[in-house]
């Protein structure tokens, strides 16, 4: 009798509990799917500190988190463009749990004190997160735009690029409000053919509009259900910046960065920008 058998084929049940599949003539499947190799030879640290591989790896798993973030964000665009309204909160109730797992990241980095920190901080050159596109991204489709922070990446013209496009095309909130203004909500013009290359204040119609669907909140209204999904995404998204924050605090103080910047205070600063602030807006006038 056979030892190998179909994929996914239960055992007969005269052979006893099934084995796993253990002769591969090349890589095993896992390996071809997960690329456990290229991984591995992506965890080029600069020094022999044993501190900096979980400041590497963890810096590397963030990158992944915000292009699953950007993914979902994308497709929920996409869904909401065809009015499949469903597909778009399931894609954004999904980016929650993404956010939860993104920012559960930080506990791997509470451990670096600054001595530790500083063994390899040297070695770090000029590099900082400020120059993460990924992030840059996530930020545009959460509406923070900003046409200077698209200038780093000049010397890769096919990022530059698509950051160019991500700067000027709709945020997930700019969707959101042209898929409620096809519902015949109240959205005014000017709302919908703002500058998409710049960050918006809460503006009063639409202030107004989110508290309509807040007033008499249940389970089954969906764009009740769009709201919530929506308020949690800012809600992570700003608990992220804060937790970097608070890992700066702790792991380098108010020492400048090495992007350039004053550090901890431009931080502060910059993780003030409010995500959605409609929605925020919308529970003062309730
Ligand atoms: C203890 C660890 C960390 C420290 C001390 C730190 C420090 C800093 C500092 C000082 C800045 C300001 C820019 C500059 O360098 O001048 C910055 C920006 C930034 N860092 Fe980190 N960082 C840490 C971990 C991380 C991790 C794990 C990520 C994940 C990718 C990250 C992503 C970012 C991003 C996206 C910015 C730009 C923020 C913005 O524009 O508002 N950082 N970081
Ligand atoms: N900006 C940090 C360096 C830093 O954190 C960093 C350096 C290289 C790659 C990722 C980093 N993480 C976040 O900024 C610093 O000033 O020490």
Redesign the pocket.
Known sequence: MSTRRLHGAAAHPDEGPAEPIVEFAEATPYEQYVGVRQLQALVRTVTDHPAEPS??VV?QVMELWFILLRREWELAQRRLRVDDLDGAIAAIQRSVHHLRSLNASWGSLLWLTPSE?NGF?DQ?GE??????YEYRHVEFLLGLKAESVVRPHKGLPAVHADLERALAAPSLEDDVLAYLARRGLAVPDDVLTRDRTETHDAHPAVTELWAEIYRDPRPGDELFVLGEALTDVAEEFTTWRQR?VTA?RR??GA?????G?A?LAWLERSAARVVFPDLWAARTVI
């Open positions: 400041f590497l810096t920190f901080r770090l590099a900082s997160g400020f120059q993460s970097h700066v792991s380098m020492k400048p960065g090495t992007g910047s550090g």
